[in-house]
């Protein structure tokens, strides 16, 4: 057994392309909740980016701003760091287990060590320089107004969309980098989260096996390859 994610095992047992399977998760923890919607938010940013056209722009400023909106309900950055120590102490469980992926978990454990040291560096909280730019918080307030954000509305926002997209990219940059450090870090959370998951689940699946074959039930333990 090693440490893999569903959809890979799905992939494998079924014969299934990765277009072929729909993988539905329903978290109970409100934390990890968080961290989906983040994932969530960073990917819809990375979307747009992609494109130069200003409706692209401007869904990838709604991803900005409704970033900082989640980052300013609570301490998100000590909220991580208390995750990623969190699942670093329950990957380290794994280290003396047989047949585990020895070299996939250390390379877990040594990224999370280096997401862990990266967001104490951050000094105060994620964003917070944002929070006073002019031009975004004009567009969070229009965006409360259905259809809001039309020319006469905001027109220096209008014209800004109108420049050509290098320029805008490079202030979205700007606008994005003091985000960069949390981005990826709410994806490999939830990453390790699946990892540790479906390890559980096979270590208490091969212990019931083995009690299965001891009993004389005939149950041959294969391994995940």
Known sequence: MFLCD???????RTGLT????SVFEQPLNERIRTFLRLEHLFC????????????????AIK??????????????????????ERQNVNLKSFIEIPDIDHGR?????????KCIEELHA?????????????????IRQRLTVPGGLCDFDLPAYSHWLNQPFENRQSVLNEWFEPLRVLDRKSTRLNSSHRCISYAVFCLKKKKINKKKKK???????GRHM
Do not use: C, F, P
């Open 122 to 138: 951050v000094s105060g909280n994620i964003g917070h320089s944002l929070q006073s730019n002019e031009l975004l918080n004009a």
């Open 6 to 12: 569903n959809q890979t095992v799905l992939q494998r």
């Open 215 to 221: 009993n004389g039930q005939g149950i041959i333990i």
């Open 105 to 113: 978990l250390a390379l877990l454990i040594d990224d999370q060590k």
């Open 44 to 59: 819809q940013y990375e979307q747009h980016m992609k494109h130069t056209s200003a409706w692209d722009t401007q869904s």
């Open 18 to 21: 990765v277009s072929d399977i």
């Open 63 to 84: 991803a900005i701003i409704d970033l900082l909106s989640m980052l300013g309900r609570g301490d998100t950055k000590r909220e991580t760091i208390k995750e990623l």
